[in-house]
T-cell receptor, first 110, second 116 residues
């Protein structure tokens, strides 16, 4: 089955700096890659997603890049704000089932 | 649109009892619903995939006789944890997908289960 690895597990940045989280996946048939933000005790919130036929997608301060050849994808958050502090999960979808990465605790220091 | 609810939001039960968790899609019909379990500071692990009107498909290592899943309608799926034990204490989250061609899953708010 699919295996998704996510790094780093924790990330601290100064407010205003950029944050980058990276994921790799194992199944070359995976074709949908969403990113979720989860606050403590809450549901995962979809923040951005990308299909396998696209290399990059941007939505305001958030961008995702996908390298299908290398089987890795990354989340980029620019101009970070304290409210960006949360756990971020990447996921890969094969046969429309999601396999999640292990999560990254992002802390934005004021 | 695309709102998913769960009930209850939290429950405490005694060891050996059973607990039922409901997952509802409020403003759309969901052909497929998923059940995840999330332990503290860990990721979401898929437990089972449930299609309306058919038996759920369980992931490897998930006991189907312990975690009973029913998806009797296009807006409701239930997860029953039978003979619960303290190690079943976890955050259970459901998600729903509109149809077979959709990629996006809409997540419920989760149910915190504590077994004493």
């Amino acid at each position: 089955g699919e295996n998704v690895e996510q790094h780093p597990s924790t990330l601290s940045v100064q407010e205003g700096d950029s944050a980058v989280i990276k994921c790799t996946y194992s199944d070359s048939a995976s074709n949908y890659f969403p990113w979720y933000k989860q606050e403590l005790g809450k549901r995962p919130q979809l923040i951005i997603d990308i299909r396998s036929n696209v290399g990059e997608k941007k939505d305001q301060r958030i961008a995702v890049t996908l390298n299908k050849t290398a089987k890795h994808f990354s989340l980029h958050i620019t101009e970070t704000q304290p409210e960006d502090s949360a756990v971020y999960f990447c996921a890969a979808s094969h046969a429309r089932q999601l396999t999640f990465g292990s999560g990254t605790q992002l802390t934005v220091l004021p | 649109g695309a709102v998913v609810s769960q009930h209850p939001s939290w429950v405490i039960c005694k060891s050996g009892t059973s607990v039922k968790i409901e997952c509802r899609s409020l403003d759309f019909q969901a052909t497929t619903m998923f059940w995840y379990r999330q332990f503290p500071k860990q990721s979401l692990m898929l437990m089972a995939t449930s299609n309306e009107g058919s038996k759920a498909t369980y992931e490897q290592g998930v006991e189907k006789d312990k975690f009973l899943i029913n998806h009797a309608s296009l807006t409701l799926s239930t997860l029953t944890v039978t003979s619960a034990h303290p190690e079943d204490s976890s955050f259970y989250i459901c998600s729903a997908r509109r149809d077979q061609s959709s990629y996006e899953q809409y997540f419920g708010p989760g149910t915190r289960l504590t077994v004493t």
